[in-house]
């Protein structure tokens, strides 16, 4: 079983993916034992909040389907977001958001460094906020797998935002048995002035760079049959004080939020 890896992932990328919350989703699936056989994985979550990289789009619970197609080192990834109650645009019960992800593992060992880049296609669905893309390149080093994975990914916007947004984190995966997997983590999310002025629009004038929000977390992954695996999340989210703060007052749901969820995961 190798669960943990997919949840630390998933947390790192889906936190920086899609105007959603928990970085990119397909970076992190367990790979198949042979590179050239496709991998099919499909996973359903029930959220008790939607929240992206600090920003608090619905305070009431969400459903995030996703899919996700891996063969050699590439992977493609489709996430949705579906609001069950009316989110910060006024959207409910429907489509609020989607995001096409598409990644590549670079095939070297870099002194136990995983490298991917990839890029990602953000759309809104019911709504007048125009889709925009995003290039990435996360680095993850596994020299200390055992105990913790530092990972860094940066992320830059090529169309209607044109900033850049670094994403770092640390997390200490446990592998309780060959059953269940648990981790903790912490992960911190910093904005250049374009991107925070794009996701933190201020009256009094423009954003200066900065860090904007922090995540502490917990995850934890049972494998219930061969091919099935549960898993559940708990997360913590704050922002940055003074200007960032103000300006999710305008335009957020929170500024700090607790929220968690669970997620079944099938691999075909």
């Not at 080093?141 to 670094?166: K, M, N, Q």
């Amino acid at each position: 079983m190798n669960k943990i890896m997919t949840i630390g992932m998933a947390t790192l990328l889906v936190a920086g993916v899609a105007g959603a919350q928990s970085d990119v989703v397909m970076v992190g699936q367990a790979p198949a034992d042979d590179p050239s056989i496709a991998k099919v994985t499909a996973e359903a979550a029930l959220v008790s909040a939607y929240v992206w990289r600090g920003q608090v789009y619905n305070s009431d619970a969400v459903i995030q389907p996703q899919i996700t197609i891996s063969q050699y080192d590439f992977s493609f990834n489709v996430w949705a977001n579906y609001d069950l109650k009316k989110n910060v645009a006024g959207i409910s019960s429907d489509f609020s958001e989607l995001a096409l992800s598409l990644a590549y593992t670079l095939p070297v060992n870099l002194n136990e460094m995983e490298i991917t880049v990839g890029a990602i296609n953000y759309t809104y669905p019911n709504s007048l906020t125009e889709s925009t893309t995003e290039f990435f390149a996360s680095a993850v080093v596994l020299s200390y797998a055992d105990y913790f994975i530092p990972s860094a990914t940066l992320f830059g916007d090529i169309d209607e935002v044109r900033g850049s947004y670094i994403l770092l984190d640390v997390v200490a995966p446990y592998q309780v048995s060959d059953y269940l997997a648990v981790e903790g983590g912490v992960s911190a999310g910093y904005g250049n002035t374009a991107y925070n002025d794009a996701y933190f629009p201020n009256a009094a004038g423009d954003q200066d760079a900065g860090f904007n929000d922090y995540n502490f977390y917990v995850n934890a992954a049972y494998d219930i049959y061969e091919n099935v695996t549960l898993s559940a999340n708990v997360t913590y989210t704050f922002l940055e004080g003074g200007s960032i703060r103000r300006a999710a007052d305008a335009n957020y749901e929170a500024k700090q939020k607790l929220w968690g969820g669970v997620n079944v995961i099938y691999d075909f």
